[in-house]
């Protein structure tokens, strides 16, 4: 019997499937996407060899069959651009090579430079343009001066490729020289400084090309772009010679604020050790106490407080001995943070005021609004939240007048915590999502991440305890990136009170207890104790009295000896002893709690200069509120 009829083909839409699945399965998916390119690219050399070529009278095109038997189909989308080059004219293949060392983008006055005739290759441009191997742009970069742009990237890399080592070389080096004075003339110079130092760099002209990539490194740190930066200078420090201290110092300084932009600190404190050693080699005591400053803001971010406060000190002594006032400005500030972190609260205000009246004498805006900043933070700290709101306010106009996103994202992220402790809180989130909003955009993850840990403790108090988990979630990730040991034991004992919010009394628990051994081991025993009086809350939520007893004598006993001044959460720590004393039936430990706590919580609020602020402090913080209640309650009792 014959065979039966071959099934019908699949439709055109099955059999496209089936052909891309077969070519991803021999790997060669990657050829298929650029199909349709290579297709054009084909009939363009088709086009070039008169094979298809248009008709003037009927406006159609007509294939010439004689010619087509001796097309040479090539097999890749590499070897049909090749082929499409080799055809050209002599005068047109070198315009072309010549436009590929420009880049992509190239103008017409560059060509001429290149060429060496005095004149635009103007008859060479409109030929290939005629070809569509290369495209006029309507606007150009430089006034009066015609841009072209290669149609395709890999045409612009092929024709590169077929430019002999030697004439590429020249040709980059002609092509930064026009640049730098084309971007010279039309004011752009700074855009193109990278440009200009990789055809330097292509040239081998190692020094120029080093000192362009530092001015293009500087340029985007200033503009906010880390990333590029770091690429800026690495390049710069790996064509440097040893012996180039100075240059060397500027590119070593200014990888080690964008490491601290990036939250690299494991390469930051090696760029640290590395400016100590070079400014002991340049023996300049300015240079030296620059590098101390840096490699001391390195060790506080990692919570060494100890180790920070000590090389602060020697940043201090080189300042003065160089008389460098900015530096000991600077210093002093950070120096404020430092102290209370360690509770030397007293030092910690001297500090700061010393460091506030240098700024403000030197009239220099930059340090003045870092300063600023610093002492907010301490006052906050400390609880003086109106000098410390005063001090944000101002920074943050200035920050804002000067363009500084990044310097206004902190002063916004201070202030709304501050409003967290004056109980505003829609104030509070408004300012912190707008803090965090221009933190992630100028790409500061540090500061986006303690962003994120005030917007978190915003929710909580805001009664949005879900929110806040979700939140924490994201920057316990980027903190634990950062190696930020302070700042992820703060986002545990956030993460704790989140869930103690919502009765989730054993991940609440969980929490507490890892942010409390974080705090001892790193020597923050006031956020320790704060830690401390949440895992006693769980434990007498539970029912186990005996911990929650034990844990609380370790809170009070704190509370008695050093005071409350470096507890983030005093008034919830006097109340929870109260608590607890209470259920174990000590009524006079409880009664003692409790008069101590609403001593401090008036100490706290004389403080706050606003007469309504002072209120808001009093009545529309919870446990502000609740202890001014119990106290009331046990006074008349």
Known sequence: PPPPPPPPPPPFS???RHTRSCLKSRGLGVVYKRQPFYLEELVEMAIDQSVI???GKTATWRLDRDRLDSLRVPPTLTSVLQARLDSLPLAEKLVLRQASVIGRVFWSAALEALQGTGEVPSAELAALSRRVIIRPHEKSTFSGIDEYAFKHGLMRDVAYEMVVMRTRRAYHGQVAEWLVDATRASGRTGEYSGIIAEHYERA???DSAADWYLRAGERAKAQGAPLEARKFFDRTLHLLPAGDGDRRWQAL?????VLATLGDSEARAEDDAGLVALAQQLKDDGKLAEAYRHQANTLGMLGQYHEALQTYEKALAAARRAGN??????TLGMTALCLARLDRMEAAAASAEAALAQARALEDENVLVRNLTNAAVFYGDYGDLARGTELLDEQIAINHRLGNR????IGLSNVGYNYIQLGRYDRAIDALEHSLELSVT???????????LNLALGYIYHGEPDTAQQVLGDCMASLEALHDRFGQAACQLYSGLAQESCGELAGAEACFARAAETFREIGVHGSAGDARAGLARCAMAQGHLDAAGQLTEEVWGHLRADGSSAMEFPVVAYLTCADVFQAAGRRKAAHQALEAGYQELVHRANRVGDAEWRRSFLEQVPEHRRLAKRWQLESTA
């Open 53 to 55: 070529r248009r008709d």
């Open 442 to 452: 100028v790409g500061h993850r540090q500061y986006a991440a303690y962003g994120r």
């Open 14 to 16: 099955s059999r496209r």
């Open 406 to 409: 990044l310097g206004e994202a």
């Open 325 to 330: 006032r900015r530096i000991e400005a600077l």
């Open 253 to 257: 300084l200014g990888r080690d604020e």
């Open 204 to 206: 081998e002209e190692r």
